[in-house]
């Protein structure tokens, strides 16, 4: 069975401070694909990022950053400098057979100008 | 590029109704899905199309809800009849190839009373 666990259900930092959200995944299958969407206030989701189980590179662009481990199972996600336009609802999903999407329950982060 | 537009964005009915959600995706994307994500809950996925085909459709809650892609392009999904528990949010995606990244629409959000 395929699980996407995100402990944090909301996090708030203060303008300029690095957050680390969490997502720990579980799946037996050897292929898989791991993803991060963010949900901003208007509900649209927003695809950030996409990973696949063969590339354990960690990948950086701007203030994002993204920490794939498949010795532990994590696929975390970091904001450095976060900013008031950060706030939002962030969602980790893991795919295996290419078709459906298993979903946390999301991270609302809200930055505190 | 147009992105997946949903409507309507928000759905009010009374229980033992009847309401038909509509998707349209992004152009030229073979697959569409439907999620759903009820309060504070994760999103879950509800089925799959590759065109007009219902490729899976593991996800459908019950026989209360049908979907259909008629021509292989825009999707509807009709709830009939509406039961409280059905209330949340209602979200399309589409996407090029499987494995590749959904694009999702705002949803539509249902509230049966």
């Known amino acids: 069975a395929q699980k996407v666990t995100q402990a944090q259900t909301e996090i708030s930092v203060v303008e300029k401070e690095d957050v680390t959200l969490d997502c720990v995944y579980e799946t037996r299958d050897t292929t898989y694909y791991l993803f991060w969407y963010k949900q901003p206030p208007s509900g649209e989701l927003v695809f950030l990022i996409r990973r696949n189980s063969f590339d354990e590179q960690n990948e950086i662009s701007g203030r994002y950053s993204w920490n794939f481990q498949k010795s532990t199972s994590s696929f975390n996600f970091t904001i450095t400098a976060s900013q008031v336009v950060d706030s939002a609802v962030y969602f980790c999903a893991l795919s295996t057979t290419g078709n459906q999407f298993y979903f946390g329950t999301g991270t609302s982060l809200t930055v505190i100008p | ?113």
Not at chain 2, 25 to 48: A, C, Q, T
């Open chain 2, 1 to 113: 590029e147009a992105g997946v537009t949903q409507f309507p964005s928000h759905s009010v009915i009374e229980k033992g109704q009847t309401v038909t959600l509509r998707c349209d995706p992004i152009s030229g994307h073979d697959n569409l899905y439907w999620y759903r994500r009820v309060m504070g809950k994760e999103i879950k996925f509800l089925l799959h199309f590759v065109k007009e085909s219902k490729q899976d459709e593991s996800g459908m809650p019950n026989n209360r809800f049908l979907a259909e892609r008629t021509g292989g392009t825009y999707s509807t999904l009709k709830v009939q009849p509406a039961e409280l528990e059905d209330s949340g949010v209602y979200f399309c995606a589409s996407s090029q190839d499987l494995g590749n990244e959904q694009f999702f629409g705002p949803g539509t959000r249902l509230t049966v009373l």
